[in-house]
């Protein structure tokens, strides 16, 4: 669809975005809200995998708890699907729109959820979790993308941490209908938990329903006109308002900038973009795609969801040695302290920057893992093991607060726009498949059964954190207080260890030439109204991300 829009730009900084609003902010801010569907899927599973009658109707009527390969299966398909509804949903973000794929995968989850609730038996349930499985992928990526795109620069931490903040709510949901249903004796103790799924699929998709498609989406794709609609929708500016105009030809620069470096191709390029360049140049689109991959697969490698998929049945250990005697309430005191840390990286985000965040996050939880190891193999006792219960928690205090949200935030800001709902796509399949590999592997690990770590297994997590602190000096930039556009030439001209001192100079539309002489004019001089200002373009970018011709301005 070609485009019948002018775009002139700024060179001020100052005026490519408009003032917060609001309503604006509260239109970004409800996308968070999906964040519930990984929280509530990866938290009931813990729970319901120690409920009596869940236990006999998989392994038979007189087990007394779930095998070793039955848990790593019920753990860890939900994160196989969610691998592949991932990656898949790179390529529908980038044809149908974010929006749609967003809406689609909520639907995929429902059938999911669906099987899942009808199940008798392991088989059915495995299916219903794989299936749901590629609706929670798709959820995930593409609404971490969503929200990047349509945030406010000032505000785009604070609200991609909503994100996180929700699947902290979602686990705490999680643990507290596993709490109140576990003592049933029928059906009912698992598929209330499962079935309650369906209202956060439903909410989310009448929500986005409501809402605009991303106006760098539209830009994508050349319709400019309906991106200034979007744009102005998400600011609550006027259509013909100068920040309007401004942000959208910062954003129609930086693209037209991005597509003049890559070569054409056709359906596999498009995926190939994402490895180009070299491991020595920090904005490479190689550089970026490991740095996202990398950074979701060390939020895994920090064991916080070892303690969230298989708090109740590690709490068995805490009841034998008479500490806390339900493993049910031990899985929602650690979910509590999720819930109340999560908030605290709204303002630290922004205040302090992503840098910080990661490299004392790091620090803070290696720390605990160790003296959660350390405690836990010289000493058995009662007191020994409220200590450990105690920094467990700081443990999940200083991810929720940090690492948690960070590492959703930076996957959204530092993908060009070409690339970057594949860039996404591939960061969250990263996060999904380290998921999937700590689920199936650690009933191996700590297993009566099998290794039988125990404590030990703290000493893993404590050491890939240790690895974190380095990995963060090295190579997590800083990109604090900068548009997505910003931030491109921020990897381009910077290194991530001198990152936070760099600031812009210059804007793009300055730079591709989309402003005059004597600047812009605005709107409603003479024949340069923003609806009615002749403008032309030799090419439109396709679905897949290629470019045939650029952008021309009449200005």
Known sequence: MSSRAVVAGSANLDRIEAPVTLKAYLMCAFSA??????????GYISGVM????????????????????????ITSVLSLGTFIGALAAGDFADSAGRRTTILWSCGIFLVGVVFQVVSAGLSLLLIGRVVAGLGVGGVSAILILYMSEIAPRKVRGAIVSGYQFFITVGLLLASAIDYATQNRNDSGSYRIPIAIQTVWALVLAGGLSCLPESPRFYVRRGELERAADA??????????????????????????????????????????????????????NLRRTILGTSLQMFSQWTGVNFVFYFGTTLGQNFKDLGTIQDPFLISLITTLVNVFSTPISFWTIEKFGRRPLFLWGAVGMAICQFTVAIIGTIAHSAVSLSVMIAFICIFIFFFAS????GSWVLIGEIFPLPMRARGVALSTASNWLWNFVIGLITPYMVDKDKANLGAKVFYIWGGLCAVAVVYT????????????????????????????????RNTYAAEMGFIDAQGPKRPNEGSNDYGDEKRSRDEQVDAEGSSKTSFLRVL
């Open 33 to 42: 809200f999906g964040g519930i569907f990984f929280g509530y899927d990866s």
């Open 50 to 73: 120690g409920m009596p009658y869940f236990i006999r109707q998989i392994e038979g009527s007189d087990a007394t708890s779930l095998s070793g390969l039955s848990k790593g299966l």
């Open 231 to 284: 744009l102005s929708r998400l600011r609550g500016q006027d259509i013909t308002s100068d920040y309007i105009k401004y942000e959208l030809a910062e954003i129609v620069a930086n693209h037209e900038h991005e597509i003049t470096l890559l070569p054409g191709g056709g359906y596999w390029s498009t995926w190939r973009i994402c490895v180009r360049g070299s491991l020595k140049d920090g904005s490479s």
């Open 402 to 405: 940090t690492w948690g949200p």
């Open 473 to 504: 000096w090295a190579l997590v930039p800083e990109t604090k207080g900068l548009t997505l556009e910003q931030v491109d030439k921020m990897l381009e001209e910077t290194t991530p260890r001198t990152s936070a001192k760099w600031s812009p």
